[in-house]
């Protein structure tokens, strides 16, 4: 199974941005979509950013305008550049592949990024 593993999280302040990783210990080039997931205690895991490799995007209503999603499949990596980050962006961050958005089964969850934004 491949693995996972996301970076780039921390503390920042509202307004702030962020740049999280999602380095596969995989070959990512032929996963369809590659998608970014965050989550906070007591709710379930919501898809936030999605990209196909085609270079579709996907965006939550929530984030839209707000993220970016990119894709790096020479180095097998998935990035979500956040800017104007707000307290209600605070969770833990994740990341996952697969062939839909329905039927994401690519690579196992890692254990993910904090992302807080406070002042």
């Known amino acids: 199974q491949v693995q996972l593993v996301e970076s780039g999280g921390g503390l920042v302040q509202p307004g702030g941005s962020l740049r999280l990783s999602c380095a596969a210990s995989?070959?990512?080039?032929?996963?369809?979509?590659m998608g970014w997931y965050r989550q906070v205690p007591g709710k379930e895991r919501e898809l936030v950013a999605g990209?196909?490799?085609?270079?579709?995007?996907y965006y939550a209503d929530s984030v839209k305008g707000r993220v970016t999603i990119s894709r790096d499949d020479a180095k097998n990596t998935v990035y979500l550049q956040m800017n104007s980050l707000k307290p209600e962006d605070t969770a833990v961050y994740y990341c996952?592949?697969?062939?839909?958005?329905?039927?994401?089964?690519?690579?196992?969850w890692g254990q993910g990024t904090q992302v807080t934004v406070s002042s």
């Open positions: 990209i196909t490799s085609g270079g579709r995007t």
């Open positions: 996952k592949g697969g062939t839909t958005y329905s039927q994401m089964n690519f690579g196992s």
């Open positions: 995989g070959s990512i080039s032929r996963v369809y979509v």
